[in-house]
Nanobody, 125 residues
Framework: VQLVESGGGLVQAGGSLRLSCAAS?????????MGWFRQEPRKEREFVAA????????YYADSVKGRFTISRDNAKNTVLLEMNSLKPEDTAVYYC??????????????????WGQGTQVTVSS
């Protein structure tokens, strides 16, 4: 599977953005557990959110819980990250990732096999 993110940009604090991740390739999208991570310069890539293969279960980092919503449309091979009440500390490059293994940790970046190229999100104060 190949992943391409879009939807990043510059927004004021308190604003909203919606990130999209489009998947393509020969593997079946619904067979992949999907996640979003983010990375600031000179920092480790950190978990943001993840969603189960069928879309019925979502997981969030404490820092975004209640503000971000992850969803997926397996018919369209897309996963979305709706981000509300954005804060300057949300500024980072956001990456979409796919996990093919079953039972792997959803918040551990090494559990993910495929990564997109990233999209920049900048929140001004």
């Amino acid at each position: 599977v190949q992943l391409v993110e879009s939807g990043g940009g510059l927004v004021q604090a308190g604003g909203s953005l919606r990130l999209s991740c489009a998947a393509s390739g020969r593997t079946t999208f619904s067979m992949h557990f999907m996640g979003w991570f983010r990375q600031e310069p000179r920092k480790e890539r950190e978990f943001v959110a993840a969603i189960s293969r069928g879309g019925g279960t979502a997981y969030y980092a404490d820092s975004v819980k209640g503000r971000f919503t992850i969803s997926r449309d397996n018919a369209k091979n897309t996963v979305l990250l709706e981000m509300n009440s954005l804060k300057p500390e949300d500024t980072a490059v956001y990456y979409c990732a796919a996990q093919s293994a079953f039972g792997a940790n959803y918040d551990y970046r090494m559990s993910y096999d495929v990564w997109g190229q990233g999209t920049q999100v900048t929140v001004s104060s």
